[in-house]
Antibody, heavy 122, light 111 residues
Framework: QLQLQESGPGLVKPSETLSLTCTVS??????????WGWVRQPPGKGLEWIGS???????YYNPSLKSRVTISVDTSKNQFSLKVNSVTAADTAVYYC??????????????WGQGTMVTVSS | QSVLTQPPSASGTPGQRVTISCSGS????????VYWYRQLPGTAPKLLIY???QRPSGVPDRFSGSKSGTSASLAISGLRSEDEADYYC????????????FGTGTKVTVL
Protein backbone atom coordinates (compact mmCIF):
# COMPACT_ATOMS: atom_id res chain seq x y z
CA GLN A 1 0.00 0.00 0.00
CA LEU A 2 1.00 3.62 -0.37
CA GLN A 3 3.58 4.82 2.16
CA LEU A 4 5.13 8.23 2.77
CA GLN A 5 8.41 8.81 4.58
CA GLU A 6 9.88 12.13 5.65
CA SER A 7 13.63 12.66 5.76
CA GLY A 8 15.98 15.51 6.57
CA PRO A 9 18.01 17.13 9.35
CA GLY A 10 16.53 17.05 12.82
CA LEU A 11 18.37 20.19 13.90
CA VAL A 12 18.53 23.51 12.06
CA LYS A 13 20.18 26.74 13.19
CA PRO A 14 18.17 29.95 13.49
CA SER A 15 18.08 32.05 10.31
CA GLU A 16 19.02 29.04 8.17
CA THR A 17 16.85 26.99 5.80
CA LEU A 18 14.90 23.93 6.86
CA SER A 19 14.84 21.28 4.13
CA LEU A 20 12.79 18.09 4.18
CA THR A 21 11.97 15.45 1.58
CA CYS A 22 9.03 13.09 1.42
CA THR A 23 9.52 9.83 -0.46
CA VAL A 24 6.40 8.10 -1.77
CA SER A 25 6.47 4.32 -2.16
CA UNK A 26 3.88 1.77 -3.19
CA UNK A 27 2.35 4.05 -5.80
CA UNK A 28 3.04 6.87 -8.22
CA UNK A 29 2.82 10.56 -7.44
CA UNK A 30 1.81 11.24 -11.03
CA UNK A 31 -1.91 10.97 -10.43
CA UNK A 32 -4.46 13.59 -11.35
CA UNK A 33 -6.47 12.71 -8.24
CA UNK A 34 -4.13 14.00 -5.56
CA UNK A 35 -2.04 16.86 -4.27
CA TRP A 36 0.86 16.18 -1.92
CA GLY A 37 1.18 18.28 1.18
CA TRP A 38 3.07 19.25 4.31
CA VAL A 39 1.58 19.73 7.77
CA ARG A 40 3.42 20.65 10.95
CA GLN A 41 2.69 20.46 14.66
CA PRO A 42 4.70 22.40 17.26
CA PRO A 43 5.23 20.52 20.53
CA GLY A 44 1.99 20.41 22.50
CA LYS A 45 0.09 22.42 19.89
CA GLY A 46 -2.30 21.85 17.02
CA LEU A 47 -1.92 21.03 13.34
CA GLU A 48 -0.89 23.69 10.82
CA TRP A 49 -1.13 23.16 7.05
CA ILE A 50 2.00 24.45 5.30
CA GLY A 51 1.21 23.86 1.65
CA SER A 52 0.48 21.30 -1.06
CA UNK A 53 1.76 20.56 -4.56
CA UNK A 54 0.35 18.83 -7.65
CA UNK A 55 2.51 16.42 -9.62
CA UNK A 56 3.01 18.98 -12.39
CA UNK A 57 4.13 21.64 -9.91
CA UNK A 58 1.00 23.67 -9.12
CA UNK A 59 1.10 24.79 -5.51
CA TYR A 60 -1.05 26.17 -2.72
CA TYR A 61 0.55 27.71 0.37
CA ASN A 62 -0.59 28.80 3.80
CA PRO A 63 -0.81 32.60 3.47
CA SER A 64 0.93 33.05 6.83
CA LEU A 65 3.98 31.07 5.67
CA LYS A 66 3.98 31.74 1.95
CA SER A 67 6.84 34.25 1.99
CA ARG A 68 9.23 31.71 3.53
CA VAL A 69 8.08 28.39 2.08
CA THR A 70 8.83 26.56 -1.16
CA ILE A 71 7.43 23.14 -2.05
CA SER A 72 8.79 21.29 -5.08
CA VAL A 73 8.22 17.91 -6.71
CA ASP A 74 10.43 15.36 -8.49
CA THR A 75 8.19 12.73 -10.03
CA SER A 76 11.16 10.81 -11.43
CA LYS A 77 12.17 10.06 -7.84
CA ASN A 78 8.60 9.96 -6.51
CA GLN A 79 9.53 12.67 -4.03
CA PHE A 80 8.40 16.10 -3.00
CA SER A 81 10.28 18.55 -0.84
CA LEU A 82 9.78 21.40 1.60
CA LYS A 83 12.04 24.39 2.22
CA VAL A 84 11.40 26.94 4.95
CA ASN A 85 13.69 29.96 4.94
CA SER A 86 14.88 32.13 7.81
CA VAL A 87 13.74 29.73 10.50
CA THR A 88 13.23 30.66 14.14
CA ALA A 89 12.38 28.69 17.24
CA ALA A 90 8.72 29.04 16.26
CA ASP A 91 9.40 26.65 13.36
CA THR A 92 10.29 23.85 15.77
CA ALA A 93 7.72 21.13 15.13
CA VAL A 94 6.95 17.65 13.95
CA TYR A 95 6.65 17.88 10.16
CA TYR A 96 4.33 15.48 8.36
CA CYS A 97 3.98 14.82 4.66
CA UNK A 98 0.64 13.51 3.46
CA UNK A 99 -1.45 12.80 0.37
CA UNK A 100 -4.17 15.36 -0.24
CA UNK A 101 -7.34 14.26 -2.02
CA UNK A 102 -8.95 16.62 -4.50
CA UNK A 103 -12.67 17.31 -4.61
CA UNK A 104 -12.83 20.54 -6.53
CA UNK A 105 -10.65 22.05 -3.84
CA UNK A 106 -8.10 20.37 -1.59
CA UNK A 107 -9.97 17.81 0.47
CA UNK A 108 -8.89 15.34 3.13
CA UNK A 109 -5.40 14.04 3.83
CA UNK A 110 -5.93 10.31 3.49
CA UNK A 111 -2.38 8.92 3.79
CA TRP A 112 0.24 10.31 6.17
CA GLY A 113 3.91 9.85 6.85
CA GLN A 114 5.01 9.08 10.39
CA GLY A 115 6.38 12.59 10.89
CA THR A 116 9.83 13.92 11.63
CA MET A 117 10.84 16.24 14.47
CA VAL A 118 12.76 19.36 13.48
CA THR A 119 14.28 21.55 16.17
CA VAL A 120 15.52 25.06 15.47
CA SER A 121 18.35 25.86 17.84
CA SER A 122 21.89 27.13 17.79
CA GLN B 1 -4.27 31.32 14.53
CA SER B 2 -6.95 29.03 13.17
CA VAL B 3 -10.25 30.33 11.81
CA LEU B 4 -11.96 27.06 12.79
CA THR B 5 -12.77 27.09 16.48
CA GLN B 6 -13.18 23.95 18.57
CA PRO B 7 -13.61 23.49 22.32
CA PRO B 8 -10.24 22.63 23.88
CA SER B 9 -11.60 19.60 25.68
CA ALA B 10 -14.48 17.16 25.91
CA SER B 11 -15.01 14.13 28.08
CA GLY B 12 -17.32 11.25 28.79
CA THR B 13 -17.55 7.87 30.44
CA PRO B 14 -17.36 4.62 28.49
CA GLY B 15 -20.51 4.06 26.48
CA GLN B 16 -21.55 7.70 26.48
CA ARG B 17 -21.97 9.97 23.46
CA VAL B 18 -19.60 12.89 23.04
CA THR B 19 -20.02 15.73 20.55
CA ILE B 20 -17.32 18.10 19.35
CA SER B 21 -18.20 21.35 17.60
CA CYS B 22 -16.27 23.22 14.92
CA SER B 23 -17.23 26.82 14.22
CA GLY B 24 -16.18 28.59 11.05
CA SER B 25 -17.50 31.11 8.56
CA UNK B 26 -18.97 31.49 5.11
CA UNK B 27 -15.53 31.33 3.49
CA UNK B 28 -14.82 27.85 4.82
CA UNK B 29 -17.42 25.59 6.46
CA UNK B 30 -20.30 27.60 5.05
CA UNK B 31 -19.21 26.77 1.49
CA UNK B 32 -16.95 23.73 1.52
CA UNK B 33 -16.80 20.21 2.89
CA VAL B 34 -15.63 19.53 6.44
CA TYR B 35 -13.09 16.86 7.34
CA TRP B 36 -12.33 15.36 10.73
CA TYR B 37 -9.08 13.81 11.91
CA ARG B 38 -8.18 11.82 14.99
CA GLN B 39 -4.66 11.91 16.42
CA LEU B 40 -3.69 9.33 18.98
CA PRO B 41 -0.78 10.29 21.26
CA GLY B 42 2.57 10.21 19.47
CA THR B 43 1.12 9.25 16.10
CA ALA B 44 0.20 10.90 12.82
CA PRO B 45 -3.38 12.12 12.36
CA LYS B 46 -5.88 9.82 10.67
CA LEU B 47 -8.78 10.87 8.48
CA LEU B 48 -12.01 10.05 10.31
CA ILE B 49 -14.74 11.84 8.33
CA TYR B 50 -14.74 13.33 4.83
CA UNK B 51 -17.35 15.30 2.88
CA UNK B 52 -19.02 16.39 6.15
CA UNK B 53 -20.41 12.98 7.07
CA GLN B 54 -18.72 10.17 5.14
CA ARG B 55 -16.54 7.57 6.82
CA PRO B 56 -13.48 6.07 5.12
CA SER B 57 -13.47 2.29 5.07
CA GLY B 58 -12.43 0.89 8.42
CA VAL B 59 -13.80 3.77 10.50
CA PRO B 60 -16.52 2.47 12.84
CA ASP B 61 -20.04 3.83 12.51
CA ARG B 62 -19.72 5.08 16.11
CA PHE B 63 -18.21 8.16 14.48
CA SER B 64 -20.56 10.51 12.66
CA GLY B 65 -20.23 13.98 11.22
CA SER B 66 -22.72 16.69 10.43
CA LYS B 67 -22.74 20.25 9.15
CA SER B 68 -25.19 23.11 9.44
CA GLY B 69 -24.49 26.56 8.07
CA THR B 70 -21.04 27.66 9.21
CA SER B 71 -20.64 25.00 11.91
CA ALA B 72 -19.93 21.30 11.98
CA SER B 73 -19.97 18.58 14.58
CA LEU B 74 -18.37 15.24 15.21
CA ALA B 75 -20.22 12.76 17.40
CA ILE B 76 -18.67 9.73 19.03
CA SER B 77 -21.21 7.27 20.36
CA GLY B 78 -20.46 4.29 22.55
CA LEU B 79 -17.31 6.00 23.82
CA ARG B 80 -14.37 3.66 24.32
CA SER B 81 -11.05 4.11 26.09
CA GLU B 82 -9.21 4.00 22.76
CA ASP B 83 -11.14 7.07 21.62
CA GLU B 84 -9.03 9.17 23.97
CA ALA B 85 -7.21 11.36 21.47
CA ASP B 86 -7.05 14.79 19.87
CA TYR B 87 -9.65 15.56 17.21
CA TYR B 88 -9.33 18.21 14.52
CA CYS B 89 -11.77 19.57 12.00
CA UNK B 90 -10.53 20.99 8.69
CA UNK B 91 -11.85 22.68 5.58
CA UNK B 92 -10.89 24.64 2.49
CA UNK B 93 -11.01 28.40 2.97
CA UNK B 94 -11.22 30.83 0.07
CA UNK B 95 -10.44 34.06 1.94
CA UNK B 96 -8.28 35.89 1.10
CA UNK B 97 -6.91 33.22 -1.22
CA UNK B 98 -7.51 29.50 -1.32
CA UNK B 99 -5.92 27.59 1.50
CA UNK B 100 -6.57 24.63 3.79
CA UNK B 101 -7.20 25.20 7.45
CA PHE B 102 -7.30 22.97 10.52
CA GLY B 103 -9.40 23.61 13.60
CA THR B 104 -7.87 24.41 16.97
CA GLY B 105 -8.28 20.83 18.15
CA THR B 106 -10.21 19.09 20.92
CA LYS B 107 -8.77 16.70 23.47
CA VAL B 108 -11.24 13.94 24.26
CA THR B 109 -10.80 12.27 27.62
CA VAL B 110 -12.50 9.02 28.58
CA LEU B 111 -13.22 9.20 32.29
Amino acid sequence: QLQLQESGPGLVKPSETLSLTCTVSGGSMSSSDYYWGWVRQPPGKGLEWIGSIYYIGNTYYNPSLKSRVTISVDTSKNQFSLKVNSVTAADTAVYYCARHEIEGTLAGFDVWGQGTMVTVSS
Amino acid sequence: QSVLTQPPSASGTPGQRVTISCSGSSSNIGTYYVYWYRQLPGTAPKLLIYRNNQRPSGVPDRFSGSKSGTSASLAISGLRSEDEADYYCAAWDDSPSGHYVFGTGTKVTVL
